[in-house]
């Protein structure tokens, strides 16, 4: 008798931690995809930016054909990346898609640095209005990815630490918790390319461009 009691309270007690340790793990994994949404939005208005300053660039008589050709194929993979439909519970991104979100991040900033860096070699960019307004932008939406990317590590760290820790770790195996990814920025990114570097940027036109404008 003392031993069906002592078992069912075992089994008691065991469906109340499970219960509160699904409902933690629930409330902390909402919070990282909220912030995670945040992550994609500045990413969204980042990517929106960009072709501005292409066209900008092209108007201005810039023709690097290469850096154009890889900016846009660095901001396709980010789109299709970051479009494509959730394989989660309830359509939301996994772990693995967030990753590979991240992943074409990453690439498609070393491509705006490039395009950045197309100011040191054409002048006229330099004096474009047009061309340093949308950068001014650019340069805001950079430090709201930097507040959502810092926001997302917090609250993925909080979940991490739940998820893995005991007897927590149990029921998130069994319900299929996984853990979350951080955001890191890619090696390449933590060291901006050189002004100048024939690796980083290829001209494809004469050295002496003619002036934009009228010449009188």
Do not use: H
Request: proline share 5%; aromatic share 6%; hydrophobic share 35%.
């Amino acid at each position: 008798m003392k031993r069906m009691i002592i078992l069912m309270m075992v089994f008691a007690a065991s469906l109340t931690f499970s219960g509160c340790s699904y409902n933690e793990l629930t409330a902390k994994q909402q919070n990282v995809k909220g912030k995670w949404a945040n992550v994609e939005s500045a990413m969204q208005r980042r990517a929106d930016l960009i072709p501005n300053l292409v066209e900008t660039a092209k108007m201005s008589g810039v023709q690097e054909q290469e850096v154009f050709g890889q900016i846009a194929d660095a901001r396709s993979r980010l789109l299709n990346a970051a479009s494509a439909p959730g394989q989660g519970e309830g359509g939301d991104k996994t772990p693995e898609q967030r990753q590979a979100v991240i992943d074409a991040n990453n690439s498609f900033g070393g491509t705006i640095g490039r395009l950045l860096m197309l100011q040191e070699q054409y002048p006229q960019l330099r004096s474009s209005e047009a061309f340093m307004k949308v950068q001014d932008e650019l340069s805001g939406t950079e430090n709201r990815i930097n507040t959502a990317r810092i926001d997302f590590n917090a609250a993925v760290t909080d979940y991490n630490t739940l998820r893995n820790s005991f007897p927590t770790v149990l029921t998130a195996g069994l319900l299929g918790f996984k853990e979350e990814p951080f955001y890191q920025a890619d090696e390449g990114a933590r060291s901006a390319p050189q002004v100048g570097d024939a690796n980083s940027l290829r001209r494809t036109q004469p050295a002496n461009p003619a002036p934009v404008g009228n010449s009188n």
